[in-house]
């Protein structure tokens, strides 16, 4: 199995029992990766897939995740193949910092967009300029609320998969 098959499987069967952990630690990596990308944003995340799983302490499912998420705001995102991946797998991250924050800001996770790194990664009107853009296109509409309906609540707090039924 791929490390996106496993990544889909773990997303997919959360219960009850195991929802709050796994999203604890989706969350954290989510943003201890991020905070990385931001404080370094004058330079491209780059190594193989499991080597940075390593330097940041998740699993490499749980990084497979972060480029899931991360895919539709990378200027390279065409060249990233997510759904092979494997820890062996090269990673050269190129971040449009700015779609970056547009696409956290569409996807309602102000835990990511007021992330204290953004601190000089943008300019001041930037945040605001992105709420006021389009929406985003259809199929990264679709991509963003297909991976969090099952896990957010409409507050956007998460919930159990039980819950989504």
């Known amino acids: 199995m791929s490390l996106y098959t496993d990544w889909k499987t773990l997303l ?12 604890d630690e ?14 370094h944003h004058d330079e491209h995340l ?21 480029l899931d ?9 065409d ?4 759904e092979s991946m494997t820890e062996d797998s090269a990673i050269d991250l190129d ?5 970056l924050y547009y696409n956290m800001w569409q996807a309602d996770a102000p835990h990511l967009y007021s992330l204290e790194a953004w601190s ?10 992105a709420r006021q853009k389009r929406p985003l296109p259809l199929r990264q509409r679709q991509k963003i609320q297909k991976l969090l309906r099952p896990l957010t609540r409409p507050t956007g707090e998460p919930k159990a998969k039980t ?3």
Request: charged fraction near 35%.
């Open 120 to 129: 000089g990664v943008l300019d001041e009107d930037t945040p605001e300029k």
């Open 12 to 23: 997919e069967n959360q219960t009850d029992d195991t929802f709050e952990a796994f999203w």
């Open 95 to 99: 971040v449009d910092f700015e779609k």
């Open 79 to 82: 060249n990233l193949d997510i």
């Open 163 to 165: 819950e989504a039924m």
């Open 46 to 66: 780059t190594g193989a897939l499991g080597e940075l799983s390593e330097k940041f302490e998740v699993r490499p499912v749980i990084f497979e995740g972060f």
């Open 26 to 39: 989706y969350c954290k990596a989510e943003m201890k990766i991020y905070s990385h990308i931001l404080e």
């Open 69 to 77: 998420g991360i895919e539709s705001s990378l200027k390279n995102g």
